[in-house]
């Protein structure tokens, strides 16, 4: 862990500031750690991946050890997306917290409509169970922290349960997972909560959860 970085890539619609108390966690363990913003709702995700590559290769050229991601919903694959694109020589692992790795069902219930097209935009629309990209079977290690609880009722209702309000628990799992805990967060929260911060220290530092998840 001395000398690692971890890069933090937050959620659709959101911004690194989101990641705070994450980021804040990680620093406090001795993580270099950084929150990257990226216009979210205005890209497709192979040209958001495109745009960070940069980024990405600089931080590792910066890092003496290991380069470590932690991704919030989308941001955990945009995170695939960027190790598929610009893999660091010394990639360290990577935590997706309530990942669409097979898509989202509210995504193929509202991709359709105007306002869900001009809120989430082109990265939105590659959300769906259908069209979510998907890349060969990890080589590096993936732990998954999923949600079952829900602030937002109408989003509960049109997922398959359990879920967390934006994501079902099955539609994060994809082979070739390290770990996958299931913990009782809600989606849009889920990242500051103490126990998602926990694990996902626990899971960057050893490679599993506490509990064996």
Do not use: K
């Amino acid at each position: 862990m001395p000398g690692d970085s971890v890069i933090l890539l937050h959620g659709l619609g959101r911004t690194g500031a989101s990641l705070a108390r994450m980021r804040a966690a990680l620093t406090a363990s001795g993580y270099r750690a950084v929150a990257l913003d990226y216009p979210s709702t205005r890209q497709a995700l192979p040209d958001l991946a495109a745009s960070l590559g940069p980024h990405v290769a600089a931080i590792a050229r910066a890092t003496p050890g290991e380069v470590h991601f932690v991704g919030h919903s989308m941001g955990g694959l945009l995170a695939r997306a960027l190790i598929a694109q610009a893999r660091p020589e010394r990639l360290g692992r990577l935590v997706m917290l309530g990942p669409p790795n097979r898509g989202s069902e509210i995504a193929d219930r509202l991709g359709h409509l105007r306002l869900y097209r001009r809120v989430f935009g082109p990265a939105g629309l590659m959300l769906g169970t259908s069209s979510v990209p998907t890349w060969p079977e990890p080589d590096y290690a993936i732990g998954v922290i999923a949600g079952t609880r829900t602030i937002d009722p109408v989003g509960w209702l049109m997922l398959p349960r359990p879920n967390d309000g934006r994501v079902s628990v099955a539609a994060t799992r994809i082979p070739g997972l390290r770990g996958h805990l299931v913990l009782p967060v809600s989606h849009a929260l889920m990242m500051n909560h103490p126990t998602v911060i926990a694990q996902t220290l626990r899971f960057l530092a050893t490679g599993a959860f506490a509990g064996g998840g």
